[in-house]
């Protein structure tokens, strides 16, 4: 099994910065990718910002400029430093990893985690 663990997220004034952070554990035999994702009440859920294992990275175009996504392949961890927040980037958001058994495995399977809810006041 795999387990995704976020953590930081909180409450912040519009103009603040938070970081998030996402650990996958258990059987992992090689993480692919590794995303962010966010859903706003009443909402979609929306990919935030993706990166690979070879660290190319891909962001939606409200974060462009403000977020940074990053990841520890040793530690299987990926971040979200999140700088000039607005109060639309309110949200509960989600890591998502690609995880391979083994690391010669083809097959992957989705995880998620659970979540973790970011609140930026105006």
């Known amino acids: 099994q795999v387990q995704l663990v976020e953590s930081g997220g909180g409450l912040v004034q519009a103009g603040g910065s938070l970081s998030l952070s996402c650990a996958a554990s258990g059987s992992i035999g090689a993480v692919d990718k590794m995303d962010w994702y966010r859903q706003a009440s009443g909402d979609q859920r929306e990919l935030v910002a993706a990166?690979?294992?070879?660290?190319?990275?891909n962001y939606a175009d409200s974060v462009k400029g403000r977020f940074t996504i990053s990841r520890d392949n040793a530690k299987n961890t990926v971040y979200l430093q999140m700088t000039s927040l607005k109060p639309e980037d309110t949200a509960v958001y989600y890591c998502?990893?690609?995880?391979?058994?083994?690391?010669?495995?083809?097959?992957?399977?989705?995880?998620w985690g659970k979540g973790t809810l970011v609140t930026v006041s105006s």
């Open positions: 998502y990893a690609l995880v391979r058994r083994s690391a010669w495995s083809n097959v992957a399977m989705s995880h």
């Open positions: 990166i690979t294992s070879g660290g190319s990275t």
